[in-house]
């Protein structure tokens, strides 16, 4: 058996070797396999890495933005050339299907090519004799070097979709610390902007573990951090990095529900939760793991559910008639374990059973059938918390407004969802619901690139969120230049206004 291939780091341009002796494994979770050993790289290399980015900062700021977007234009083309490749990846590394593997992929390309409008997305405004003889325009300018700290679930969409191409485009360089479950996916796009022609240090890529990651919250060089993954973490970096004077956005946990209403297309209906719910092995935070359902339709509604997710095939994520593929890892397997568990001792009723699943040629694999307890009560907290995996919760409810209630309890709030014909108790679902993304009849509200990502209550943490004309602020400052040119007269006079012409 040959040796494993060694994952480097991406510093400066570079493709490096790290001098660190610690290495960790990266799975093929669809075979159970070892694929890769990637580096716990040194506090030294995070050090390095934030000076290649500080030191490609002036001349990249300096260049103008058109030529910036050029070299996201040749960016978005390549990932297109590459689609395939990058696309086996993902599922290679993550265990995403393949359709759910290319939407990962898709979402990165659709980042930049939103990027690619920054010309006029990121332009200020100006207002000619704002008072008697003085003009006034305000600029947005790039504030130096920013940290990237990504999850797992997403390789592509987060680090190359959500964060490098607004970054990069607004005149910033970045280091990103790669989820080490999944790095290979950002070290071949990082080989793409090489070859896009971004120039070196703009942006680095580091696998590294927590300790050597606070440097990036602390280090004065770093002016923002941007953080996907769990609310606790999240809360951590944003006080240890705001404490430092950094700007931080925190998209944290989730536990999206839907409400289903009494008259809701039951087939359709059971399907976009479906895909919701057990789309990606439940791993991410616009997932719909409850369900919020009438009781003169719950009954009609859960036999749907169960007869659908009998349907579903599971297996190796390259396969593409796979339509479930396994989760990220075997740890991760047995916290989901653990979760089930946990909602039988609760009381529970578990009607749906996915921890007995086995592939055959992949025996190996870590995967878990769709799972779903009904006769989830309040207080249970299989039904409160995430569990980020393929695990479905059915909450019974008598009436819209006690669903509603039911739904706004939750800490959590990134999006929330409604089936019903009603246009009524769609608008009041809309404006009352806490949630910052909201799907009418559409199972995963996430919106399209030029929307920001809007997780409310402990679901963001921050000011600005990602994407949208919030991503632009978060990565941009501010500058006001009021001016003013004397004529003959007063060219000669001494007379000056306390507030100089601004009243």
């Known amino acids: 058996m040959s040796e494993l291939k060694k994952l480097s780091l991406f510093i400066n341009g570079e493709f490096i070797t790290s001098k660190t002796k ?24 995070v050090h390095d890495a934030i000076s290649a980015a500080k030191a490609a900062y002036p001349s990249w700021s300096e260049t103008p933005i058109l030529k910036r977007t050029q070299i996201l234009y040749n960016m978005r083309n390549l990932i297109e050339k590459h689609m395939d490749e990058l696309t086996h990846l993902v599922a290679l590394e993550n265990g995403k299907v393949w359709d759910e593997a290319q939407g990962d992929v898709l979402k990165a390309k659709e980042g930049t090519e939103q990027a690619i409008a920054a010309p006029s997305l990121n332009m200020g405004e100006s207002l000619m004799n704002a008072s ?32 490098a191409p607004i970054c990069i485009v607004t005149g910033n360089t970045m280091v990103i610390k790669a989820a080490s479950f999944v790095p290979q996916s950002a070290l071949r796009f990082a080989e793409l902007w090489k070859e896009a022609g971004l120039p070196d240090g703009v942006l680095n890529i580091v696998t590294c573990s927590r300790e050597e990651a606070e440097i990036l919250l602390t280090h004065p060089d770093i002016r923002g951090v941007s953080f996907v993954g769990s609310t606790n973490v999240g809360k951590h970096i944003y006080a240890l990095a705001a404490s430092h004077g950094k700007r931080v956005q925190a998209l944290c946990e989730a536990k999206n529900h839907s409400l289903v209403m009494n008259d809701a297309q039951i087939e359709r209906t059971a399907a976009g939760i479906l895909n919701s719910a057990f789309g990606c092995a439940g791993e991410r935070c616009m997932a719909l793991p409850v369900v919020v359902v009438e009781d003169k339709i719950a009954d009609r509604l859960v036999s749907e559910l169960v007869k ?7 297996g190796p994520a390259y396969d593409k008639s796979s339509k479930l593929g396994p989760v990220i890892n075997e740890m ?9 568990e946990k909602g039988i001792e609760e009381g529970a009723e578990l009607i749906l059973d996915g921890r007995d699943v086995t592939i055959e ?43 509603l209630e039911v739904m706004n309890s939750n800490p959590l709030a990134n999006g ?88």
């Open 361 to 403: 040629g992949y025996e190996k694999g870590f995967y878990l059938a769709p799972t779903i307890f009904d006769h989830v009560k309040p207080g249970m907290s299989i039904g409160e918390q995430e569990i980020f995996g393929p695990v479905l919760c059915i909450k019974r409810v008598s009436s819209f407004e006690e669903g």
């Open 22 to 45: 610690n290495y960790t494994d990266a799975y093929n979770p669809s075979t159970g396999e070892v694929i890769a050993k990637v580096p716990c790289c040194t506090k030294e290399e």
């Open 332 to 340: 991760h397997r047995k916290s989901i374990l653990r979760w089930i």
């Open 416 to 503: 929330s969802v409604i089936y019903t014909q009603s246009g009524y108790f769609s608008r009041e679902f809309a404006m009352r619901t806490d949630a910052g993304m909201v799907g009418i009849n559409v199972g995963i509200p996430v919106p399209v690139g030029m929307f920001p990502f809007a997780g409310h209550k402990n679901s963001f943490i921050g000011d600005l969120h990602a994407l949208g004309k919030d991503g632009y602020k978060f990565y941009t400052e501010t500058k006001v230049i009021t001016s003013h040119w004397f004529d003959e007269v007063e060219g000669k006079s001494t007379d000056v206004s306390t507030w100089d012409g601004t009243i």
């Open 308 to 314: 659908q997710s009998k349907s579903i095939k599971i």
């Open 132 to 163: 008697k003889g003085y003009d006034t325009v305000s600029t947005h300018e790039p504030l130096g070097v920013f940290a990237g700290i990504v999850p797992f679930n997403f390789p592509a969409m987060i680090p190359m979709g959500w964060m």
